[in-house]
């Protein structure tokens, strides 16, 4: 899949993310499942198994991101009060995307 190199906007308040990819990473791939986002990465070239990545998903006008892994595992996210943003013209929004990182577990 095309990606976008995009960069992590923080808090300054704090880490709301509960170790979430946003957390740990300042610069992200950013996909889509459409393939509307062209990119001059590769999802699959440009990263090793191991590295996450995020997607964009869609809500009406709402836009988000969501990393891969949790999309693969199935479970709910919510935003964690960080964004994704670059000054690439092929950047799909205006102004930063949120990054719905954010998993609570009960363990």
Do not use: W
Not at 69 to 85: Q, T, W
């Amino acid at each position: 899949m095309k990606a976008l190199l995009t960069f992590v906007l923080k808090s300054t308040l704090g880490d709301c993310t509960a170790n979430g990819l946003t957390s740990r990473q300042d610069k992200i791939l950013l996909t889509s499942e459409d393939g509307t986002i062209e990119g001059p990465f590769s999802t699959e070239n440009h990263l090793n198994p191991d590295e996450d990545f995020l997607v964009l998903k869609k809500r009406g006008d709402y836009m988000y991101a969501v990393p891969n892994s949790i999309l693969k595992e199935g479970v709910h996210s919510m935003m964690g009060g960080n964004f994704i943003y670059t000054s690439d013209s092929r950047f799909p929004n205006k102004y930063p995307i949120p990054v719905h990182d954010r998993v609570e577990r009960n363990y």
